[in-house]
């Protein structure tokens, strides 16, 4: 069985790699967050598109985890083929912007185990 592994891009953005699934989160990679209130310490130097990655994991809705501005630049074609994974809400909202960008989504439900 091939380990897992875990790079550390920037912030609390990291891919897991668990072969088949190479799995994006929380990608903030630039900008600022926080209207202005945050800057990231170490500028990336990579864009989203540079990074290989099948799925997006978004582990809440705070402006330095949950980027709407890297998820837009994504082409289409390739954000039709990543899902993003994302706890379920009441609201939807998250998932909702995220399908209105052309993503398809996973809702994510406590304590279940998810096979990629």
């Not at 630039?30 to 099948?54: E, H, K, P």
């Not at 390739?78 to 996973?106: E, H, M, N, S």
Request: glycine share 6%.
């Amino acid at each position: 069985m091939r380990p897992i592994t875990l790079e550390f891009i920037n912030h609390a953005c990291v891919i897991i790699d668990a072969g088949s699934a190479r799995i994006l989160c929380d990608p903030w990679l630039s900008g600022s967050a926080f209207d202005n209130g945050w800057d990231l310490l170490v500028q990336t130097g990579q864009s989203i598109n540079d990074l290989d990655f099948t799925h997006i994991w978004l582990s809440h809705e705070h402006p330095d985890h949950f980027c709407p501005s890297e998820l837009k630049k994504l082409p289409d074609e390739r954000r039709r083929a990543t899902p993003i994974l994302y706890q379920k809400t009441r609201d939807g909202k998250v998932q909702a912007f995220c399908k209105g960008l052309g993503y398809p989504t996973i809702d994510l439900f406590p304590f279940e185990k998810y096979r990629l």
